[in-house]
């Protein structure tokens, strides 16, 4: 595979139109944390989403990994499927976490990638990666977007 400017710029653009199954996945996820947790969790709108994705392909560095990502994942499909079950769920869990940003929010966003995996269903024919690229993709931005209190507040942990 190679990976060059027009091909992250075309990752860009599919993760970009990917939105309305992506934030519907991301309100979904968001809402059953939230009860789980019993803690509101504020929906997230496509213009949010595509803005997110916006800054994350700015950063050249990151942008040309999750754009490698994504590309493999679209792409990544084992006769029977079970075989491969390891490396898109590698792929994936790495694709959320790279999407999610720094420590905390890198493991938080690869804890909740198992999670949108169990519900994100691809259609019949799809690739086996694909299900696994949209779990990553809602799980991954849905940590880095806002909506949860506590990372819109001031950490009781900082030390001066």
Known sequence: MEVSPAIVAAEHEWVRERAPTIVAL???VRSDLG???????GDVTVEQYQRAADEVFADGD???????????????DVDGDYPGFV????LGRELAGMLAGNQPLRLLGEATFHY???LAQGDPGDAAGADDL????AAGFQTRLPG???T?????????
Do not use: C, K, Q
């Open 87 to 90: 490396v898109d769920e590698l």
């Open 152 to 160: 819109e507040t001031e950490s009781p942990f900082v030390s001066e």
């Open 116 to 118: 949108a995996d169990v």
């Open 35 to 41: 009860e789980h947790f019993g803690v509101e969790v």
């Open 134 to 137: 949209d779990a990553a993709l």
């Open 62 to 76: 990151l942008a040309v990994n999750v754009a490698a990502l994504v590309r493999l994942l679209r792409d990544l």
């Open 26 to 28: 991301i309100n979904t």
């Open 148 to 150: 949860w209190e506590w």
